[in-house]
């Protein structure tokens, strides 16, 4: 990606974003922001994977590596095509102010879903019907499973039940079981489709006004996909599963900066030599799907690509896990191959966090793809550190936190005082105070060698540790943040742009 000019961009997922109905999604305010980044001289736009939230209600553990997020979905759309009527959306519930109750807008967004579900397919325009008849046929790959997945889950599932747990015939995808259920859920089974379509069309739209307007949409691939997925479910063969088609092995990374007992995921590894055997296919469908949404894939824990942590599914912490080999280059050889532009290229970003070897180094610069450097990781007191941006090569992108690291304000307020004056001596600045510590380490970023730099929201409105959006290993009360406009001030865009001009970083 060393053709790209240098870049500047704000990291925000939409569910953040303000708006009506507990959450934040595809509607005005996301329209807004856009025209925000516009304003600030920003020209990338980086989210959380876009698709269903799981347990936690983490974006990383999703029932599908392809499906969208129902919760994402604008209503107000929905009231527009004439599938909810006013009085529909004229009663919200009091959601909480800053921060998403995911029970409760999971509630009333379903709900909705729903009513414009069946006002859908009960008085459906021809026009929308073939649309509608054309997403469906289009998407085939993925989305007949998806939706007779979440059908069987919603019949079959709660309280823990896992696709294990279900009838035999349809856990083991036994053809008659699945031709039965297919017809006896067949009203629930085309309501997921319907949902991913409205997904589909919002996403569709919003993406393509932010393009329009010269700003890219960066996107997030995780590297694992959850045990309970329709993607597990639909292809056991490609992951090392027991006879009972549960986990043998899962990830996790072992003790790191996150965790002094590493960090036990869960999900399910792959059997990578099914994966070679049928040439990569399902990842090559799953990068396609994600390129169709994203304009850049940034690719989490990019170094299970050289060696994954392998943990026995009993364990309960990530200690007693052991490297394993990865597939290395060969899956990028068949994506470059089916997906590369005219060079072979892939716009694909490596998150090269946590513990990293010259293998994982040389994998990701033979693909060609930049790391990710981290300004919270840089300063320990040693000026070889390769988060210190005088150790920046130039195909590198630039953080000051990721959504795993706490705020900037939060993280300098937990450093020791020895560690802060190190940060006021790096920066020059002997008066560096809390209440500004964050525009410096952006300044810092933006005149950072780095071809692309990305900002948390956080830390362009100077947000404390209450604010963070992620703590790595802890279970609960995550990925809640949102803010809403009266926090942004024309300042914040004002300084942003400012910066982008200063060091080169202005939109083409």
Known sequence: MTHHPRRNGILLHPTSLPGPHGSGDLG??????????????????????????GPGNSPYISPSAFAGSELLIDLGQLRDAGWLSDADLRTVPAFPVGRVDYDAARRFRMAHLRRAAKRFFAHPAASEHTAFDAFCA???????DYALFMALDS????????????PAALARRQPAALHDAQHKHADEVQFWKFCQWCFARQWAALKQYANARHIEIVGDLPIFVAAHSADVWANPALFDLDPQGRPRVVAGVPPDYFSATGQRW?????????????????????????MRLCDIVRIDHFRGFESFWEIPAAAETAIDGQWRPGPGEAVFDAMRQALGDAHGRLRIIAEDLGIITPQVNALRQAIGLPGMRILQFAFDGDAGNPYLPHNYEANTVVYTGTHDND???????????????YVRAYLGKDDAAGDEIHWQLIRLACASVATMCVIPMQDVLGLDATHRMNEPSRSEGSWEWRFHWQQVADKHAGRLAELARLYGRQRA
């Open 266 to 290: 869960g999900n399910p590894l792959y059997r990578w030599s099914a994966h070679a055997a049928e040439g990569y296919c399902w990842w090559v469908e799953r990068m396609r799907q994600t």
């Open 407 to 421: 705020t900037t304000r939060g993280w300098w307020e937990s450093l020791a005082h020895p560690e802060q004056e």
């Open 28 to 53: 005005p305010a996301a329209y807004h922001f856009v025209d925000w980044l516009l304003g600030a001289g920003q020209s990338l736009w980086q989210v959380l994977p876009l698709g269903s939230v």
């Open 138 to 144: 289009s998407a085939r790959g993925w989305l007949d």
């Open 155 to 166: 019949v079959h599932g709660g309280n823990g039940r896992m696709w294990q747990d279900w």
